[in-house]
């Protein structure tokens, strides 16, 4: 009985001891710890319809700051009875006759991750307007519907509930998404028709509500695949020089290119900072290098108008002094890189002159083609999106560094075109955002009233298309940079203490 009794107790600890064992080879609590999701990062996309052109009712496609609308019984419109937030409205016809053919607004772009849209709609204040009231309860009743689409355009289904027009003042009306998948939508005046008369609504500031990434580019992309940089060969486009139009910034004061300061202290002796002044930016360039250390320009809704679209003009700088190596159109040809835009195409579709302006190789890197197509275009269409929204924003962009890794291979590549082009390691930029408005320089001054977003990429192929990764203060670059670098110098050293240490949130 007493062996019995001393197995079973020397068993019951090699049992225990095995089930131990057991659950530390299976249930490793380190490896089992699951990081909490992300959070997708909210958006809140305003169309204001002030950029673009159409003054007649034909159907037609328009570019906006958002994209590509259809337009069709509808104008933008800026007269007396528009009733509009700004300069312009869209102007959408009712039926002209009992066939209901109804005026309608619709994006040719689909949004995605939405959660809600704001419209802002009114009466349109014309002579035959004649709307619904107490003591004329036989006028006309001024309607509108909102349609969604989610196979491209084919089929629309409507959305909430109609709303009916009972005055001519702009009001919010808010309709609620619940399927975050891609969908575009149509704006249809499905207002009554009454003998001749017939009701004209006034559309206006469009705002889509949504989290994650919504596939809105904010004045087009930039840069579309494939830049020019890999492929093109051939004989170089004519170098040229610069037209500078009534649509430039200007030279001094509030909206000039250089407001927030000379950060290199750039002149017109040195060969490695030199002075460019290109009407529609202003830039320091390196003579060694063949490329800009640094372009700065001011960015407001006056310059994205879309009066002009992407020219893609390549071509070298005529202008530059004797003695300067001339970067062609095809210097980057095969090199793996992109033709990288300092100053956006994007930023200057107010004219052709300003759009062939930031065509000149003198406003070029040789950039990752990811690092451009995606990483960098992200940033710029964020940017647009922040003057879409009421800002306005003072940019500089920069690189510095030697070596960086393109498309053609894993191997770092110091320079191009023969050696005449230097390849940066680094891709900076900083952007002071401040409302629309004068007296910006007092206005930064003020801290509270001022955000700066500054961010530094290495200039690779693998980087990741989320610019805020790259998120850095502005003192970070200023030493990188070094030489005395000095970023936002006419503000007072104790603002620039108090903003440049300062890292964003991104959002």
Not at 305 to 330: C, E, H, I, M
Not at 360 to 386: G, V
Request: net charge negative; with cysteine.
């Amino acid at each position: 009985m007493k062996l019995k009794h001393l197995l079973i107790y020397l068993f019951i600890p090699l049992a225990l001891a095995s089930c131990k064992k057991d659950r530390d080879e299976t249930e490793n609590p380190e490896t089992e710890i699951l990081q909490p999701p992300v959070a997708p990062k909210p958006y809140s996309i305003n169309e204001n319809f002030e950029s673009g052109i159409k003054a007649g009712y034909d159907v037609a496609d328009v570019t906006i700051s958002t994209g590509s609308w259809s337009m069709n019984g509808a104008l933008l419109g800026s007269d007396a009875g528009d009733i509009r937030n700004g300069g312009k409205s869209v102007r959408i016809q009712g039926t002209k006759d009992n066939a209901k053919r109804n005026g309608n607004l619709a994006m040719n772009f689909d949004v995605t991750g939405l959660k809600s849209v704001i419209i802002k709609s009114s009466f349109a204040n014309f002579a035959d307007k004649q709307f619904v009231t107490a003591t004329n309860p036989v006028a006309l009743k001024g309607s509108w519907e909102l349609q969604s689409s989610k196979d491209g355009g084919k089929t629309y289904t409507k959305v909430g509930q109609t709303i009916t027009e009972t005055d001519i003042v702009l009001v919010a009306h808010t309709f609620q998404i619940t399927d975050p998948a891609a969908q575009r939508f149509i704006i249809v005046n499905t207002s009554d028709y009454n003998g001749s008369n017939r009701v004209r609504l006034s559309i206006d500031d469009i705002t889509f509500v949504g989290e994650g990434e919504s596939g809105i580019t904010i004045g087009g992309s930039d840069t579309p695949p494939d830049d020019g940089g890999g492929t093109s060969t051939g004989t170089p486009t004519t170098p040229r020089g610069i037209n500078i139009g009534t649509d430039a910034p200007p030279a001094t004061g509030d909206n000039s290119n250089l407001l927030f300061g000379n950060p290199s202290a750039a002149n017109m002796i040195s060969a490695e900072n030199y002075l460019l002044d290109m009407g529609y930016y202003v830039e320091s360039y390196s003579k060694s290098r063949g490329t800009p250390n640094w372009v700065s320009w001011h960015l407001d809704n006056t310059n994205t108008t879309n009066a002009t679209g992407r020219l893609d003009n390549f071509a070298g700088f005529k202008d530059l002094p004797a003695g300067y190596y001339q970067v062609q159109s095809t210097s980057y040809s095969g090199s793996g890189f992109d033709r990288g835009h300092n100053c956006p195409s994007a930023d200057r579709t107010s004219s052709t002159f300003a759009n062939s302006a930031t065509f000149l190789m003198t406003n070029m890197i040789p950039q990752a083609p990811q690092n451009n197509q995606q990483t960098w275009n992200n940033l710029e269409s964020y940017l647009r999106l922040q003057v879409n929204n009421g800002n306005e924003v003072y940019v500089i962009m920069g690189s510095y560094g030697i070596g960086g890794v393109g498309s053609k291979s894993t191997a770092t590549v110091t320079t191009i075109d023969n050696g005449n082009v230097t390849v940066p390691s680094n891709v900076w930029k900083v952007a002071v955002i401040i409302p629309a408005g004068d007296r910006d320089l007092i206005r930064a001054g003020n801290t509270s009233g001022i955000r700066v977003i500054a961010v530094n990429t290495p200039n690779v192929n693998t980087i990741n298309s989320d610019w805020t990764k790259y998120i850095v203060s502005v003192r970070d670059i200023e030493t990188a940079v070094g030489n005395g670098f000095n970023l936002l110098g006419s503000l007072p050293q104790s603002v620039q203490d108090a903003i440049e240490v300062k890292k964003d949130s991104g959002i």
